[in-house]
Structure formats: C-alpha cells, structure tokens
C-alpha cells in the first residue's frame, strides 16, 4: 500500500480527462450546503454518491462539510482530509439480470471539521449562510438522549447534544431569523428518526436554559424530515478483490468504496422540497412520500432485520459474508425459513408485497460482487435488534400466542456471541472480547455501557452448570440498562432463550 503523501496525487489520476478536472475543481469551490455527520460506508456510498450525481447534472450546486459522529472518527477523518476529500465508488452487482461493475469518484467534500478537538470552528459552521441541509448517519446507538450537563466551550459527543448547541449558535447568529431553517435528514435507522431527534433537540435546548424562544424557532422553522435509506454499501473490499480493482488504475485509495445498485431514499416530506434538495431530479431514487410505515417496516424487519438475525449465527459457525451465510445450505435456508414465515406474518402489509421485497432482498444479498462482511453488520447490535427483530418478535407472539422460535434461536445466537470479556488498554480505553468457537477471539464494538453490564452477568457464569446459564441468561434479559425494557414479561422468552443457548453450546455448529 502507498503511503499518504503519495495518495493525493495518485488519487487525482481517477480524474480522467480535462472536464473532469474541471468539474472537480468546480465542486472544490461550490458554497458549503450540506453538515454532514457521518465519515462512514454508507454515507460515502449512499447520500455522498447522490450529491454527486445531483452536482454532475447541474440541478444541484453546493459542496459539504464532513464531521465524524464520535470521537473515533478522527483519524479517519484526517485521512480523507488528506486525500483531498476525493474516494474512488465502484457500483457493482446485477441489474435488470445482467453484471454491472462501474467506477466513479467522488469529489463532494470541501472542508473537514473535528468538533471533538476543533470546538470552536465546529459552531461556526452554524453561521454560514449558504449552510441548508444536515445529513447524518452515526448508528441507532448515536441517535439517543442522555442526561448532560452543558458547559459553554466544551464539546459534547452525544449528537443530538451537538446539534442543539449548533442550532443555538445559529438561532443566536442569525436573530432568530425563520429563513435560516436547516432541512434535517438522520439517517439513522429508527423509526420516525426526524421526530426522535426533534425531541431530543428541544429537550437538550430546555435542559441547556436556551429558552422558549429558541425552541420555538426549532420547532417551526427547522425541518426534521423522517426517511428512510436502502442500500448495500460494503465499503473497502478484500484484498484480492481490492487488487483486481485497482491494478489497471494507477492509484490506491484508502477509502475505495463499493455498493449495490440498488438504492432508494424515501422522505417524508411533500415532494415541492425536491427543489431544495434535488435529488428526484437528478434521476435518483428518491422518493417524497405522505407516509414511511409501509417504506419502513418491510426494510427494517426484512432486509436489515435479516442481517442482524444471520450476524451472530453465521460468525458463531465460521462464515464471514453475508453470500457465505446465504450459499449454505442449512443457514441460509434458516435466514430464508425466519422471514417467511415469523418475519412476513408479523408485520400488518399484504404478505404478497413482502414476499416480493424478500425476494428480491435475497437476490441482493447474492450479489456476486459485494463481500458484505459480517463483522460490519455486527457493529451497535443491541440497539440494532431492538429495532430491527424484537419488534417482530413480540408482534408474531402476541398474534399466534407463541414466541417464533427461529428469532428465539437468533437471539440466543446473539447473547452468544456478546458473552464478552472486558480489558482495559494501556491509554485506559476499555475493549470487549468474545471467543468464537473455532478458538478465534472478536472485538464486539457496542455501547461501552451495555457491554459492561453484559460482561459483568457473564463473569458470574459458572461454566458447564446449565442452572448458572439460565439464571444468567434470565439476568441479561431482565437488565433494562441493556434492552431499556425488562425482556422476561415476555412469556416464557426467558427459558426458551436459555434453552437455545445450551442447545449451541452443546453443538456449536
């Protein structure tokens, strides 16, 4: 691999031909639009990837502002900033029945900002008057409320926090002005997530003392557009498929970025904002709709409910992609056997239109293409099944009077796979490990918190004692610091749970 300084020159050369430096140059010079909250995958694969396309057709003409949503972002975000924004998408998969493969690079970032060390210049960013648009993306686990304490001058890394304070510099800068709106879009995959972090940003703006006024001026003159995204964006490939990519380029990319060509946004908002953010124009996916349940509930439960049900089970046995999980004869048919028949029946749609979109989610999870490794997908997946499956889970046993046992299976696989061990590094940082049953061992990235309540339940578990496995497992689900809701008034979940998780133990694959 080539080292940085060598990067930014290398990178110029996907810039192929004369106009398309030129356009580059143009984007480089565009008024900042767009705070992005979010350095990640998808966002660089999914929104990023339309700005560009609305940019290059002329319909659009703003640039963005990059930010990372936590602490951790940093030196990813240096990175980039190094390479001169520029990142290099290949859109790889099947279409209309046939391979497509195609490479674009993206050029949409004009400046890079750490809010965790660069404060200051963070909150001016609120004063820009070309600023119109928030696009972020930083998991279910960012977009939460917590009790904080506001000091001026200090960061504050709960994003809805954040954002509060930003709008407040905005709201100060600006006089309260009502045409100084920002139309709002959280990506984050949790169900009204426009009126979530509304919510959230009014009772921070309250609790911070910034008074009736501000919050009104939230309320009615920023836009916080529920919506959804799909999109399989894998982000860098494996090394060989790397090199078969790049080895006729003439460059690297630390950030090459690949993804499915199926994409869909669908906002809920009426469709004259298009001319604001005009994606729809530009030929995109996108869709301005009354109503998101329908838009929601059959991605969220089916497609990346199947994701966080294969997760832990498909790691538990040894596969790494989800095409490994899916070209196995007993696990795929598992994953297919769960939506059919405890996912689709849960859910309030024609079971004939979920069927459709579940085979049509099976046919993208086939793309021969994409390696969407398994280790990405398990990421934040507390809160992930919280959204994603217990929601079906308890509507399936509520309408047939008994839990599903494939989604029991799932969760059992998954407190297996979170039966984490805590160490604390030389800097103090804290991580989590869990062993797999080939011997390997896993670092679980999640909430630091849930971790440490699971990893403290399994430090009581005596091994190999069936009873010790129940009452820990019955402690797990019972803890409303993990799951915020006690699991165990779920009849019977508890034991069936356990029972599972003893049947895995037993025979692991």
Known sequence: MMTISRLQPLLRLGLT????????????????????????????????????ESIASGKYHGSVVLTPPTPRGAAKLKQIEQQEGLYTLVVQGLQDGQKVEKRQMISVFRDYVDPYTEWERFLQLAELESLDVVI?????????YT???????????????????????????????????????????????????????????REFGFGEEFCSWVEQSQLFLNNLVDRIVTGMPGDEEYARLTGSWGYEDSFLTTAEPYHLWAIQGDPSLDRRLPLAQAGLNVQWVPDLKPFRQRKVHILNGAHTLMMPAGLLQGKSTVREVMEDSELG????????????PALPILPEELKRYA????????NPYLEHRLQDIAMNSISKF???LLPVLKAYTEKFDQLPEQLVYGLAALLRLYQVQETEQQDGTK???????????????????????????????????ESSCRQVIHDILADTGIWNEDLTAIAGLSEAVASKWIQMEVNPT
């Open 17 to 52: 031909g004369e106009d398309e430096r030129r356009k580059h140059v143009h984007m480089q010079q565009l008024p900042i639009k767009v705070l992005q909250i979010g350095e990640g995958n998808f966002l660089r694969g999914f929104a990023d990837w339309m700005l560009q």
């Open 136 to 144: 972020s993306n930083t998991t279910e686990a960012g977009l939460v």
């Open 147 to 205: 009790p904080i304490d506001y000091v001026p001058g200090e960061p504050m890394t709960n994003f809805p926090a954040r954002l509060t304070v930003l709008l407040q510099r905005r709201f100060a800068h600006f006089n309260g002005d009502p045409k100084r709106g920002l139309m709002i879009l959280p990506c984050e995959l949790i169900e009204n997530n426009g009126d979530v972090l509304r919510e959230y940003v009014l009772r921070y703006g």
């Open 333 to 344: 048919e598992w994953v297919r056997q769960t939506v059919d028949l405890e996912i689709i």
């Open 359 to 366: 085979a049509e989610t099976f046919e993208r999870f086939a």
């Open 386 to 388: 919280q959204s994603r």
């Open 431 to 465: 991580i989590f490990t869990t062993q797999l049953p080939n011997g390997s061992t896993m670092n679980i990235r999640d909430h630091s918190g849930q971790l440490g309540l699971l990893a403290g339940h399994w430090a009581g578990w005596q091994q190999h004692d």
